[in-house]
């Protein structure tokens, strides 16, 4: 059994097939995938309908769970009164199983996937493809949210706009979103470039999946926060030591010797390295040799970041921290820092602020 403690569980971040064993351990846990899409598609509507008064709204909805998604907005906003319009790529009644259930219970019209559905819209939903998309975006998907991209109304993106992969954050014809709602946790791909700048606002709905699949799954991924290192910062009176050994690696980019996205190159040179990387560039990771990673949102940057963050790093290394816990909470110190003192923020300052910071 996974023994991952709670603020690791809180803060995973769930690859493509994660997220899918997280719903099968959720229907042998007793929620239905019926519930889980109903689920979803409403939580969908209350954040839109949290936001926005009613007013003309349409869902477009891909072939598979994503649209199924999107039909249960589209029939939950009309419900409450909203004037919905539904367009799908591909034959509604060729859905199968949840979603072909749910789409069968919106009663009105559903039009053909085209940038003239856009017409007279003022709110977009984006349900077509999900986080597991692999391919480019081509034909009608890649018209119309193009189309979408170049007008004035908002996109809500459900779980990634479609285009962004959920592992990576690679974009494959994506278009800006100014809410993405995803469900149960994040995924790597909201927290990466340029995906991260493609969600917009990133909410995390609950819908019914229990804790307890995380007795199963056990995620390597995680986003920063002291709740994942609190508990190995060093107390007040800690003793200062020597380091032995070259200390944490900073580095500007993701390794270039390797392939692949960021995530994946960052981890291949700590384990190759056996040493924690905290890479610094578009993206901010920590990577350990086991293919443990954490990902940091982007903060406030100085003329000396690295010379500063290294030095935070230090410092807690030599006050007994371990390697990884160190760098993650040295990058996050480093912000607070920077939000504290402005960014004149020298190394020489780093003894200083600690003591505050950690308290």
Avoid at 25 to 51: D, K, P, Q, T, Y
Avoid at 81 to 96: E, F, H, S, T, Y
Avoid at 179 to 204: A, D, N
Avoid at 327 to 335: K, T, Y
Wanted: hydrophobic residues 45%.
């Amino acid at each position: 059994m996974n023994t991952l403690e709670a603020g690791w569980r809180q803060n995973a971040l769930l690859t493509v097939r994660e997220m899918a064993q997280a719903d099968r351990l959720s229907v042998l846990a007793g929620v239905s995938s019926f519930e889980l899409m109903g689920n979803a598609g409403a939580a969908v509507a209350r954040e839109i309908e949290r936001r926005w008064t009613p007013r003309p709204l349409v869902v477009l909805c891909g072939p598979g769970n994503n649209g199924g998604d999107g039909f249960v907005t589209a029939h939950r906003l009309a419900e409450a009164g909203w004037p919905v319009r539904v367009a799908m790529w591909g034959d509604p009644n060729a859905l199968k199983g949840e979603a072909g259930r749910h789409a069968q219970r919106w009663q009105g019209k559903v039009q053909a996937l085209s940038p003239a559905v856009l017409d007279g819209a003022q709110l977009i939903v984006d349900a077509l493809f999900g986080a597991g998309l692999s391919r480019a975006l081509e034909g009608a998907v890649l018209d119309t949210l193009a189309a979408a991209g170049r007008g004035q109304a908002p996109i809500i993106a459900i779980d990634t706009p479609s285009g962004v992969m959920g592992d990576t954050g690679e974009a494959l014809g994506a278009v800006a979103a100014v809410v993405t709602v995803t469900f149960f946790r994040k995924k790597p791909g909201h927290l990466l470039s340029p995906g991260r700048g493609l969600c917009g606002e990133v909410i995390v709905a609950d819908i019914g999946t229990p804790d307890t699949v995380f007795d199963t799954i056990e995620p390597l991924a995680f986003e920063n926060h002291p709740a994942l290192w609190r508990a190995d910062l060093p107390r007040a009176e800690a003793q200062e030591r020597a380091l032995q050994g070259p200390g944490v690696l900073i580095v500007h980019e993701a390794p270039v010797a390797y392939t692949g996205d960021t995530l994946s190159r960052t981890r291949a040179a700590a384990r190759d390295r056996s040493t924690v990387m905290v890479v610094q560039g578009r993206d901010t990771l920590i990577a350990a040799p086991d293919g443990r990673a954490i990902l940091h949102p982007p903060g406030p940057s100085t003329t000396d970041a690295d010379d500063v963050l290294n030095a935070i790093i230090q410092r807690l290394l030599a006050q007994g921290m371990p390697a990884f816990s160190a760098a993650a909470a040295g990058v996050w110190l480093h912000d607070a820092a920077v939000a504290e003192s402005g960014p004149g923020l020298q190394p020489k300052d780093v003894p200083r602020l600690l003591p505050r910071l950690y308290a």
